[in-house]
């Protein structure tokens, strides 16, 4: 089949920031835009430019209202692009589904990269107990929106084996093998550690043990963890913790009473950084640290990987899918600040960095590399 193929990614966030989904955008935007065989259309609400094939949506005026906004003007492109007799793919987030999108009737395929909704019975109670029945409310509602839409996609591209496996598990889609497994890539090249080094953004102490956690769920993945497990730390180990993407304020509202004076001397809360500074954070620490109680896959973890750093991590989701190799890293059980104190004592050795040998054996399956050629493969072989 030599025809052209043309496909339609449905994105709320295109321009408008540095978010996984956003990343995950504009990584397809760079190397579908001009290849010889896919037409590449992109719609959504905010873009970074002109360009005949980018499609503003509008903003709406809520979430709810930015999905049908993008919805209704992803099936005008389809409609135009198929008047010329052609199959149109419609490549969505199922986080951001609008149930117009279901009486689409050319090929739509979604892209799943977490399992909150799946897994939400299980966590019905502490949904309950954090944000409330209407919150809880809407997320059933996106459960059985994520469910019809599961059911009606010719293909689920899930971020790791763990989210596929719930998504099998909590939806048991009638076509199984229609969800598959493609995880979400890192640049590995625009972490790797530079042979000359810019300068720290942030001016920490190279004296101490510099430590560097990314996220701003603060909950879910476990600051409160890994603050009580640094409060544990020896007395004579001099340790230096950098938090990227929340605030102090944030970290005071979440965990009342929990930066004690005596620890909140040891935490720098730099809040939300650009890719560029924070590589350049990325390349100035030690050991990077995710304690998260719950994660679809971790690309802040890739990250640190591909900027050379050691991780300790729980062992959650699909995490030990990406720390395959001891070498690599150390993984705890989640909510366990003894054994997390404990990991970041043992993991001494790794101080200087992982092996560059080991970093490209467990990265070869999350660049951008892989997952573009095994993407631009699916688009071939299915429209």
């Known amino acids: 089949m030599n025809h052209l193929r043309h496909v339609v990614l449905v994105t709320p966030v295109f321009g408008a920031g540095e978010t996984g989904p956003e990343t995950y955008a504009r990584y397809l935007w760079e190397n579908f835009h001009d290849d010889p065989q896919i037409e590449f259309h992109v719609v959504a609400p905010v873009l970074p430019g002109t360009h005949p094939r980018w499609h503003a949506s509008g903003c709406g005026s809520g979430s709810l209202d930015l999905y049908r906004r993008n919805a209704f003007t992803a099936l005008q492109v389809a409609r135009q692009l198929g008047g010329r007799q052609n199959r149109v793919l419609l490549h969505v987030n199922n986080s951001h589904l609008h149930s117009s999108l279901l009486h689409y009737e050319g090929p739509l395929w979604g892209q799943i990269n977490d399992y909150e909704n799946a897994d939400l019975w299980r966590r019905a109670g502490e949904t309950i107990r954090r944000a409330g029945w209407r919150r809880f409310a809407a997320l059933w509602h996106r459960r059985h929106l994520e469910r019809k839409f599961i059911q009606r996609q010719e293909l689920s591209l899930c971020?790791?084996?763990?989210?596929r496996g719930k998504i099998l598990t909590e939806y048991r889609p009638n076509h199984p093998e229609r969800v598959i497994t493609l995880p979400k890539a890192v640049d590995v090249a625009f972490f790797t550690r530079p042979a000359s080094m810019p300068p720290d953004p942030l001016d920490r102490s190279p004296a101490a043990r510099r430590l560097v956690y990314v996220g701003s769920d603060i909950v879910r993945k476990g600051l409160d963890v890994l603050?009580?497990?640094?409060?544990?730390?020896?007395?004579?180990?001099?340790?230096?913790?950098?938090?990227?993407?929340?605030?102090r304020?944030?970290?005071?509202?979440?965990?009342p009473g929990i930066l004690t004076r005596n620890l909140a001397i040891r935490v720098l809360f730099a809040g939300k950084l650009g890719k560029e500074q924070l590589r350049r954070v990325l390349w100035h620490s030690q050991i990077f640290v995710l304690p998260s109680r719950a994660e679809a896959l971790g690309v802040a973890l890739l990250e640190a990987l591909a900027a050379g750093l050691p991780v300790v991590a729980t062992r959650v989701g699909g995490i030990p899918e990406i720390v395959t190799?001891?070498?690599?890293?150390?993984?705890?059980p989640p909510d366990n600040s003894a054994a997390?104190?404990?990991?970041?004592?043992?993991?001494?050795?790794?101080?200087?960095?992982?092996?560059?040998?080991?970093?490209?054996?467990?990265?070869?399956?999350?660049?951008?590399?892989?997952?573009?050629?095994?993407?631009?493969?699916?688009?071939?072989e299915n429209v």
């Open 340 to 380: 997390l104190s404990h990991a970041l004592m043992q993991i001494e050795p790794w101080l200087e960095g992982v092996a560059p040998t080991i970093v490209a054996k467990i990265l070869e399956s999350y660049s951008t590399r892989t997952m573009i050629a095994r993407l631009r493969m699916l688009y071939l």
């Open 227 to 247: 603050l009580q497990a640094v409060a544990k730390l020896a007395p004579g180990v001099d340790w230096h913790l950098t938090v990227v993407g929340a605030t």
């Open 249 to 255: 304020e944030q970290c005071e509202k979440a965990f």
């Open 159 to 163: 971020n790791s084996v763990f989210t």
């Open 325 to 332: 190799d001891s070498a690599a890293g150390l993984l705890v």
